[in-house]
């Protein structure tokens, strides 16, 4: 059965960091492309980051310069840096995953979520 795990949510003041964990079972992550994603209260999921399985890497603006995203085919899993966070960072964070090597379009795979909270 496939699975994705999230880990490594948690409460952090404004300018701290978080590195955000994916863990898969059930496939391995070589030929599939990771996304992040979060949600926070009140608003719709919006796309943080993604991996192609050539390890090419996209950010929403939001994020750019700030977060980096990284995989580790051997491990099976996918992490999320997340460094200067804002309290507009606060949210709900989904791993997801997809069998096609480019980034963009649908993900049939999603995680749990970790709570990621940013505030004084």
């Known amino acids: 059965q496939l699975q994705l795990v999230e880990s490594g949510g948690g409460l952090v003041q404004p300018g701290g960091s978080l590195r955000l964990s994916c863990a898969a079972s059930?496939?391995?992550?070589?030929?599939?492309?990771m996304g992040w994603f979060r949600q926070a209260p009140g608003k719709e999921r919006e796309g943080v980051s993604c991996?192609?399985?050539?390890?090419?890497?996209n950010y929403a603006d939001s994020v750019k310069g700030r977060f980096t995203i990284s995989r580790d085919n051997a491990k099976n899993k996918v992490y999320l840096q997340m460094n200067s966070l804002k309290p507009e960072d606060t949210g709900i964070y989904y791993c997801?995953?997809?069998?096609?090597?480019?980034?963009?379009?649908?993900?049939?795979?999603w995680g749990q979520g970790t709570q990621v909270t940013v505030s004084s």
């Open positions: 997801a995953a997809e069998p096609r090597s480019s980034c963009g379009g649908e993900y049939a795979y």
């Open positions: 059930g496939f391995t992550l070589d030929y599939y492309a």
């Open positions: 991996i192609s399985s050539r390890w090419y890497t």
